[in-house]
């Protein structure tokens, strides 16, 4: 499966984006669509995820409230609307597929996309 990811750009604080990332191929239902971001010099977080079965939405402390995974089926592709951006949101975000359990923060992605670089100016 690849995974192509886009939306990525400069905005300023406050402001908004909504990234996208579309799979090659259907995504399995047992699998879990999902968002991580790493800022320069720091490890890869975990963001948002969605349980492609259901649309069971997963977020991470720091952006709960603020962000909203959805997805479209018949597209492959997730979205991830980010409102109410902060400078600390500054980071490549990276979509991947696999499997997770939020609960006890297990991440097994067996797929990654490229990629793409969110710039919050404050």
């Known amino acids: 499966v690849q995974l192509q990811a886009s939306g990525g750009g400069l905005v300023q604080a406050g402001d908004s984006l909504r990234l996208s990332c579309a799979a090659s191929e259907r995504v399995a239902n047992n699998y879990y669509m999902a968002w991580f971001r790493q800022s320069p010099g720091k490890e890869r977080l975990f963001v948002s995820a969605i349980a492609w079965s259901d649309s069971t939405p997963y977020y991470g402390n720091a952006v709960k409230g603020r962000f909203t995974i959805s997805r ?51």
Do not use: F, H, R
Not at 84 to 92: F, H, I, M, N
């Open 72 to 122: 479209e089926a018949a597209k492959n592709t997730v979205y991830l609307q980010m409102n109410g951006l902060k400078p600390e949101d500054t980071a490549v975000y990276y979509c991947a597929v696999g499997m997770i359990d939020p609960s006890n923060g297990y991440y097994d992605m067996y797929y990654w996309g490229k990629g793409t670089l969110v710039t919050v100016s404050s």
